[in-house]
């Protein structure tokens, strides 16, 4: 009997375990929920994302020989054109040498060690610190009267460097300057051709003028100075010698006008200027071009080279075609000098 009871215990034992696991479980038919995956979801089939591309960059680099005011000119009309054709597109850098050598090519050396896409080199000297500098980079010049000469080539009169340089010229028509002079003192005996040695785009206007005047039968009379520091005293020199002098676009005399007129005025005699700037500060008249015209013609030949649609080496010398004759009327009331029609008065 009691065997019988052991065994009835122990059935029902089993069919409570089996019960309580039934209950526990799951139902087969239920799914469990899928994980979150960290992968990034793909764009929809047939479409495509388009790569974001940043507006194309052009680094100018300018160097401009010294602070006066056609140079000055010929430097903002180059980066306003710059600015207005390309935009935020073109980053310059400008900078300014004080009139010392040895800063153009501490300027330029910068300019070719960053690498930039072109150079305006403002000036002879500025632009011979350029060539030496860089064969690779393009550069364009401006306020530079004869390449060839500036570079030292054997051909004067090429316009078309086949270098990496091409650019801008300042030269006006030097036998209109020498008529000039016969225009406004046709009494005058001898005239004085005053410049910078230093400078030898003012020797080969010195060198063409000087027979212009000869033909009309001037005298002439040659004073050339190294520097400022003896600019004064050759100045004073050719006031003494001359009725009339002349100086050409020289950036030495234009960097020092205050200093020639403080002479020349004094000694009551009248300059005939190669540009208006000179004019400006120590002159009467001149036969000038406009520098500011001057820089936009540069810039527009750099938007080009920037763009793509032209190559330097292969672009002609520039000019300024318009010429304006001018004159200083504080000069020519001090002077008593009188200037006939057809001349604008300096701004």
Do not use: R, W
């Amino acid at each position: 009997m009691m065997k019988m009871k052991k065994l009835l215990c122990i059935v029902l034992a089993l069919v409570m375990v089996l019960a309580l696991a039934a209950c526990g479980g799951e139902p087969a038919s239920e799914e469990s929920e899928a994980p979150e995956s960290a992968a990034p979801a793909t764009e929809p089939a047939g479409e495509e994302t388009s790569p974001s591309h940043e507006a194309a960059q052009y680094v100018v680099g300018i160097c401009q020989l010294a602070p006066h005011t056609a140079l000055d000119a010929a430097t903002q009309g180059f980066i306003d054109t710059l600015t207005a054709e390309l935009g935020d597109a073109v980053e310059i850098k400008n900078n300014n040498a004080g009139g010392e050598q040895n800063n153009c090519i501490t300027i330029i050396d910068g300019y070719v060690s960053e690498g930039v896409d072109l150079i305006l080199a403002n000036a002879t000297g500025a632009l011979q610190a350029t060539a030496s500098a860089t064969a690779d980079i393009p550069v364009l010049g401006t306020a530079v009267t004869n390449y060839a000469i500036a570079l030292g080539l054997e051909d004067t009169m090429i316009e078309v460097l086949g270098s990496n340089i091409s650019g801008t010229s300042d030269l006006a028509p030097l036998e209109q300057q020498a008529a000039m002079v016969q225009e406004l003192f046709p009494d005058a005996e001898t005239v004085g051709l005053l410049y910078c040695s230093a400078e030898p785009n003012s020797v080969y206007q010195i060198e063409v003028v000087q027979a212009e005047l000869e033909a009309l039968g001037y005298a002439t009379s040659v004073h050339a100075f190294t520097d400022a520091n003896d600019l004064a005293s050759v100045t004073q020199a050719a006031c003494d010698a001359c009725d009339v002098l002349y100086i050409p676009t020289d950036n030495t005399a234009a960097n020092n006008t205050e200093a020639i007129a403080n002479i020349v005025i004094p000694a009551g005699v009248p300059v005939v200027a190669g540009e208006s700037g000179i004019c400006s500060g120590c002159g009467v008249a001149t036969l000038s071009i406009d520098y500011y015209e001057l820089g936009q013609i540069t810039g527009e030949m750099a938007v080009q080279i920037l763009t793509g649609e032209a190559d330097v080496s292969e672009m002609a010398i520039a000019y300024d075609e318009t010429v304006t004759k001018m004159y200083n009327a504080a000069n020519c009331e001090a002077l008593g000098v009188t200037i006939p029609e057809g001349y604008e008065p300096i701004a």
